[in-house]
């Protein structure tokens, strides 16, 4: 079955404890991405990765950093969490190119007190 | 870069009404557009996408939706609305190489009895 698999679906962590939340696809595609959402602003992108060892800047880039090693994961990582970063994650993935429909994760849920 | 509004905050209508959810776009170039659902506590689904061709597109779940350029529209309707529509609604556009994917804010839509 075609999946983006996050974890973990649901954290509550404190303020400047670094945390990762990985992301993996099972369909071979190129593109990932994460978005944060939040309410009344819709999804927001924060990175995204057009292939392996390759990352750009989404529109929320601050406060998070991405890897991609492999083509099928793509963490996120939060160095020093702060409360403002409480929200519902979400990774994405799409073959490249245009016209490919994008497959989301379940999301994640984030709390940082 | 592309930007995506959604007039609508919150829509209700009543089981058996018909529903148009409304999404205008800004972009440059003919856009690539989706429409997705997020049930409560769910993740993303596509209803449905345009990416050329006919104007009017069919999706699941008995929704269709309407690119008109001259207005730089993409109108989301369902005839007749059922309970388990109950959900908010993102409009969402993809620029012309495939990176950048810009969600609305979302419409969030209750279904009366």
């Known amino acids: 079955e075609a999946q983006v698999t996050q974890n973990p679906r649901y954290l509550i962590t404190v303020t400047g404890k670094k945390l990762t939340v990985t992301c993996s696809q099972n369909?071979?595609?190129?593109?990932m991405s994460w978005y944060r959402q939040d309410p009344g602003l819709g999804l927001r992108q924060i990175y995204y990765?057009?292939?392996?060892?390759?990352?750009d800047k989404g529109d929320v880039p601050e406060g998070y950093k991405v890897s991609r090693k492999e083509k099928r994961n793509f963490p996120l990582i939060l160095e020093s969490p702060s409360p403002n970063q409480t929200s519902l994650y979400f990774c994405a993935s799409s073959l490249r190119g245009t016209g490919n429909t994008i497959y989301f994760g379940e999301g994640s849920w984030l709390t940082v007190v | 870069a592309q930007s995506v509004t959604q007039p609508d905050i919150h829509i209700t209508v009543s089981e058996g009404a018909s529903l148009e959810l409304r999404c205008n776009y800004s972009y440059g170039a003919t856009p690539y557009l989706f429409w997705y659902v997020q049930s409560p506590g769910q993740g993303l689904q596509l209803l449905l996408k345009y990416f050329s061709g006919d104007t009017l597109v069919q999706g699941i779940k008995g929704f269709e939706a309407e690119f008109k350029r001259s207005q730089s529209s993409f109108n989301l309707r369902k005839p007749s609305v059922h309970w388990s529509d109950a959900a908010e609604y993102f409009c969402a556009v993809m620029d012309n190489y495939g990176q950048n994917f810009v969600f609305g804010p979302g419409t969030r839509l209750s279904v009366l009895p």
């Open positions: 369909m071979n595609h190129e593109y």
């Open positions: 990765s057009m292939n392996v060892e390759v990352t």
